[in-house]
């Protein structure tokens, strides 16, 4: 599958440049954004990840995304609404224009899957947004195509047909839900939540089902206890869900070396933030093959997390897309750099033979199903390198920033010493 976002200023008049948000668009060139199974976006906060993450996301998932959030009838507000929902929610009524400095940008993506019917294989989804008017607007074969999915939904409004999501968003806000989960369920599906928070909300509901189904039958996929043995000793424990006992009917952590479990929110910060996307992986190996998401989205699966758990999250990321998944992660974590050129190291430079201490096969990574982009405040550029044959992320980019510390420190050494001398 080949997939690409591409941002054009198409806004009129003798200026070259046009903002959305953080990225700067220059109108001789449009910013385009290569999509392999693993991307990383890594860059400072503000700069532009978890907008681009959101709108591939959206049309990823157009069809599911409008069906379930858009209230709407025509394309164009269709469209606004479930665009400015996924980032702010239903309630305030903010939209995607509110970022661009002026006149329109366009926005495309494009996906070609190879193993589709020539005729089929090209998908491409188009908008453009308007500043002045605040329209967020299909165009050409996409307003088509959402037209005659709204027209088909209202046709029909008693017995809505089902439309099954191709993708998964777990959303940087994890602890949230750890902590409303056992308490007060009603606030993780408040309608002032963003759209991906509320789609969250659902993974983890039909995940408890799908677990307790597995502990009824006695029958988890091998993939479970593969992800288990990833992350279960750097977490210090593992999430339940149990029907009986003292706990019966909460969400509960066990910790490694305890014999009790506790409620999950009494678990601490870097756990409640990591299960929730531990827990969403496991059972999306227990949806059937059409019904498991194609597509998923991490924000920051580093939050919180000791450096040996970050870790483990990115070797989770591995085993995803060794096992199919496409993965867009956002990210402020170097730790994830070098975790990853380690992956692609050793599939590049060591053959299927296991070693100590050394990634296994599972979690090695071709670097082909690798692209990383450094999102500067400014702009995106692609951050791989190629050094003697070995494909690497250029992680530099970040490293002058640890550089800087050492700098600093020389330089209070230096102070210290010109003042021991007055």
């Known amino acids: 599958m080949i997939e690409t976002l591409q941002f054009s200023n198409t806004s009129r008049g003798a200026e070259e440049t046009n903002r959305l948000g953080p990225l700067r668009l220059n109108k001789k060139t449009p910013l385009e954004i290569g999509i392999s199974p693993l991307t990383i976006f890594i860059g400072p906060q503000g700069s532009g990840k978890s907008l681009v993450s959101q709108l591939i996301y959206f049309f990823r998932d157009t069809s599911y995304l409008i069906s379930n959030y858009s209230k709407e009838s025509a394309p164009r507000d269709a469209v606004r609404e479930v665009t400015s929902g996924l980032r702010s929610g239903r309630l305030t009524g903010r939209d995607l224009t509110t970022f661009i400095s002026k006149g329109t940008v366009q926005v495309r993506y494009t996906q070609e899957n190879m193993e589709q019917p020539e005729e089929s294989r090209r998908c491409q989804k188009e908008i453009s947004l308007n500043s002045g008017d605040h329209y967020v607007t299909p165009l050409g074969q996409f307003e088509a195509e959402i037209y005659a999915l709204l027209a088909e939904r209202f046709s029909r409004p008693s017995s809505p047909g089902k439309i099954t999501p191709k993708a998964m968003f777990i959303p940087a806000e994890r602890a949230f839900f750890s902590r409303f989960l056992n308490s007060d369920s009603r606030v993780i599906s408040s309608d002032a939540l963003p759209f991906t928070m509320l789609e969250f909300s659902d993974i983890l509901a039909q995940g408890r089902d799908i677990y307790l189904e597995w502990q009824k039958q006695k029958n988890a996929p091998p993939e479970v206890n593969e992800i288990e043995s990833l992350v279960k000793s750097a977490l210090r424990g593992q999430v339940r869900y149990e029907q009986a006992g003292p706990l019966s009917g909460t969400w509960q952590w066990m910790p490694q070396d305890g014999e009790r479990p506790t409620q999950i929110e009494m678990a601490s910060s870097g756990q409640m933030e990591a299960w929730p ?62 975790t990853l050129n380690n992956l692609m190291a050793a599939y590049q430079m060591l053959s299927d033979k296991k070693y100590r201490n050394v990634p296994p096969n599972a979690i090695r990574l071709n670097p082909k199903d690798v692209t990383a982009y450094l999102f500067t405040g400014e702009g995106v550029k692609e951050i791989m390198s190629n050094t003697d044959g070995l494909y690497q992320i250029d992680e530099t980019q970040l490293g002058k920033f640890l550089g800087g510390l050492q700098t600093q420190l020389n330089q209070i050494i230096a102070c210290a010493t010109y003042q021991e001398k007055k």
């Open 277 to 338: 996307m531990v827990f969403a992986a496991q059972t999306a190996f227990g949806r059937s093959d059409l019904e498991r998401p194609t597509f998923i989205h991490i924000e920051e699966p580093e939050a919180h997390l000791h450096p040996a758990a970050q870790i483990a999250m990115v070797q989770l990321l591995a085993y995803l897309v060794n096992k199919g998944f496409r993965v867009i992660a956002t990210t402020h974590s170097l730790s994830i750099l070098y």
